[in-house]
C-alpha cells in the first residue's frame, strides 16, 4: 500500500511501471540498460478513490491526465532503475497530496487607507497635469 495521505492509501497494483532507455549523455552505458520508469495511474478506474477525489484529481492534473484519465510519471534522472522508480513514485505520491489539498478560502481583504489616499492624490496630480496641457495656448498654432 502506498499511503498518500492519513485517510487514503492506494494498492501497489492499481500502479504499473514501464522501463525503457533513457535519453542524454551516458555512454555505451545508456544504451543498453533500461534505466528510465514511467508510473503509470488509472485515476478513472482507481477503486481506491472516492467519486469526488477522482474528480478533484481529474481537474487539479488536468495537463498531466492522458485522455483515458491515466496519470503517467517519467522518472530518468538516475542512473539505475530502482533510484528512478522511488523518484517516480515520491512525485507521484507528491502529486496526489497536492491535489487532494483542500483549497483555502480566499479572505476579503480591504486596501488600507494610506493606499487609498496614494491613488487620490496620484490622481488629482495627473488630472491637474492634463488640465494644464489642454489649457496651454502654444499648443492651438
Not at 495511474?41 to 477503486?47: E, I, P, R
Amino acid at each position: 500500500m502506498i499511503e498518500i495521505t492519513d485517510e487514503l492509501a492506494i494498492p501497489e497494483n492499481e500502479i504499473t511501471y514501464t522501463a525503457s532507455r533513457s535519453s542524454g549523455p551516458g555512454g555505451q552505458h545508456v544504451n543498453k540498460v533500461s534505466s528510465r520508469i514511467t508510473l503509470r495511474f488509472d485515476v478513472a478506474a482507481s477503486s481506491s478513490l472516492t467519486e469526488a477525489q477522482k474528480q478533484r484529481i481529474m481537474t487539479r492534473l488536468a495537463t498531466r491526465l492522458s485522455q483515458d484519465g491515466v496519470l503517467s510519471i517519467v522518472a530518468q534522472q538516475q542512473r539505475s532503475q530502482a533510484a528512478n522508480r522511488d523518484a517516480a513514485l515520491t512525485r507521484f505520491v507528491a502529486l496526489l497530496r497536492a491535489a487532494l489539498r483542500p483549497e483555502t478560502p480566499r479572505r476579503p481583504t480591504k486596501p488600507a487607507k494610506e493606499a487609498i489616499e496614494r491613488r487620490l492624490t496620484e490622481k488629482k496630480r495627473r488630472s491637474r497635469l492634463k488640465q494644464e496641457r489642454s489649457s496651454d495656448a502654444s499648443w492651438d498654432n
